[in-house]
């Protein structure tokens, strides 16, 4: 594909690879390290709109975006149309690239209010509620949402068109329903479907499952989708992205990242964390990372323990430098 790739008039390059909006994962710190190695879209975590409009700290927090994140998309949810309504034009006035419209995250205190998944179980209501956010914004909307609410009410195809012609400037599909969770293998079929649809001129991005450089290029050369959106296998793993590029340039593997490059990225991951979030929550959300920061190290237990348990940031520093020692030279699996 040789034509870049644009949401809206935003240019995202030829086959870009998009950071998945995920909760308690991609803040600035974490974004910082994915852009650096190669991602070429940005999502925020998701955003309540109740949050925003009633100025809740932790929601205005999470608007914080970055010039060198560019292009970047703010990510929202919410049951209620003229919440969300409002919420778009105050995310619209922290000047990101795009503002994108949570319609897939499947956790039971979002979609069982009718947010996020939810709203699969009213298809007028999510035609309604994306036409009146188009409208109340000037920058491109997107939406992320996943095939339906089960497997009996898969009508992503039909969806898909309905969101179009309402304004939408981008589309990313996670290819599982709504009960299924995360659970089972991400189905692409229909994801293939609404891109091949001869009606569909706007950007359609898959997610779900791509945890290797071979499965992406079989996915986009298979299903022919215009980018490909990565969500856990990045997590820990911010040199997916380049991973991926690079196989699909030359065919071959990037070497993995050394020791001392993980133990780098780690460290920078929680610096960043310490900035932006206080001491805190900076130890609490960056426990997650660190066991796929140090995935294939062999007798890590002890110091996955360690990480995941510190309540000091002092001595979060010093187990990544014991690490580094320890393992300096070790083949990583």
Same mark, same amino acid.
């Given at each position: 594909?040789?034509?870049?790739?644009?949401?809206?008039?935003?240019?995202?390059?030829?086959?870009?690879?998009?950071?998945?909006?995920?909760?308690?994962?991609?803040?600035?710190?974490?974004?910082?390290?994915?852009?650096?190695?190669?991602?070429?879209?940005?999502?925020?975590?998701?955003?309540?709109?109740?949050?925003?409009?009633?100025?809740?700290?932790?929601?205005?927090?999470?608007?914080?975006?970055?010039?060198?994140?560019?292009?970047?998309?703010?990510?929202?949810?919410?049951? =209620? %149309? +003229?919440?969300?309504?409002? !919420?778009?034009?105050?995310?619209?006035?922290?000047?990101? @690239?795009? /503002?994108? &419209?949570?319609?897939?995250?499947?956790?039971?205190?979002?979609?069982?209010?009718?947010?996020?998944?939810?709203?699969?179980?009213?298809?007028?209501?999510?035609?309604?509620?994306?036409?009146?956010?188009?409208?109340?914004?000037?920058?491109?909307?997107?939406?992320?949402?996943?095939?339906?609410?089960?497997?009996?009410?898969?009508?992503?195809?039909?969806?898909?068109?309905?969101?179009?012609?309402?304004?939408?400037?981008?589309?990313?599909?996670?290819?599982?329903?709504?009960?299924?969770?995360?659970?089972?293998?991400?189905?692409?079929?229909?994801?293939?479907?609404?891109?091949?649809?001869?009606?569909?001129?706007?950007?359609?991005?898959?997610?779900? =499952? %791509? +945890?290797?450089?071979?499965? !992406?290029?079989?996915?986009?050369?298979?299903?022919?989708? @215009?980018? /490909?959106? &990565?969500?856990?296998?990045?997590?820990?793993?911010?040199?997916?992205?380049?991973?991926?590029?690079?196989?699909?340039?030359?065919?071959?593997?990037?070497?993995?990242?050394?020791?001392?490059?993980?133990?780098?990225?780690?460290?920078?991951?929680?610096?960043?964390?310490?900035?932006?979030?206080?001491?805190?929550?900076?130890?609490?959300?960056?426990?997650?990372?660190?066991?796929?920061?140090?995935?294939?190290?062999?007798?890590?237990?002890?110091?996955?323990?360690?990480?995941?348990?510190?309540?000091?940031?002092?001595?979060?520093?010093?187990?990544?430098?014991?690490?580094?020692?320890?393992?300096?030279?070790?083949?990583?699996?």
């Amino acid at each position: 594909m040789s034509e870049s790739v644009k949401i809206g008039n935003v240019e995202v390059g030829d086959f870009p690879l998009l950071l998945a909006p995920m909760e308690d994962v991609s803040d600035p710190p974490f974004r910082a390290l994915c852009k650096q190695h190669g991602a070429d879209v940005m999502y925020t975590e998701f955003i309540s709109s109740e949050g925003l409009i009633r100025d809740a700290a932790k929601s205005v927090q999470k608007l914080d975006i970055f010039e060198y994140e560019r292009p970047i998309g703010i990510q929202i949810f919410g049951y =209620d %149309i +003229d919440s969300m309504r409002e !919420a778009a034009a105050i995310c619209e006035e922290a000047n990101p @690239d795009i /503002i994108d &419209i949570n319609y897939g995250c499947p956790v039971k205190k979002v979609s069982c209010k009718g947010a996020g998944a939810g709203i699969l179980r009213d298809i007028p209501k999510m035609v309604s509620m994306t036409e009146e956010i188009v409208k109340a914004v000037n920058k491109p909307v997107t939406v992320k949402t996943r095939l339906g609410w089960d497997e009996n009410s898969k009508y992503i195809v039909e969806v898909a068109e309905r969101l179009q012609d309402v304004g939408i400037q981008g589309l990313s599909i996670h290819g599982r329903t709504r009960k299924q969770m995360y659970k089972g293998e991400a189905d692409w079929t229909l994801i293939g479907d609404v891109k091949n649809n001869p009606r569909m001129h706007i950007p359609i991005f898959g997610n779900g =499952d %791509i +945890d290797t450089p071979e499965k !992406a290029v079989e996915y986009r050369d298979r299903y022919g989708v @215009d980018g /490909i959106m &990565i969500g856990r296998a990045s997590i820990g793993y911010p040199w997916v992205f380049n991973e991926i590029k690079h196989y699909m340039k030359t065919g071959e593997h990037l070497t993995k990242p050394t020791i001392k490059e993980r133990v780098e990225a780690a460290r920078k991951h929680f610096e960043m964390a310490l900035e932006w979030k206080g001491e805190r929550l900076a130890i609490n959300e960056t426990r997650r990372h660190y066991t796929s920061y140090f995935k294939g190290l062999p007798n890590f237990k002890e110091y996955r323990t360690r990480l995941v348990t510190e309540d000091y940031a002092e001595q979060v520093f010093e187990i990544l430098n014991e690490i580094e020692e320890t393992y300096v030279g070790e083949a990583i699996l």
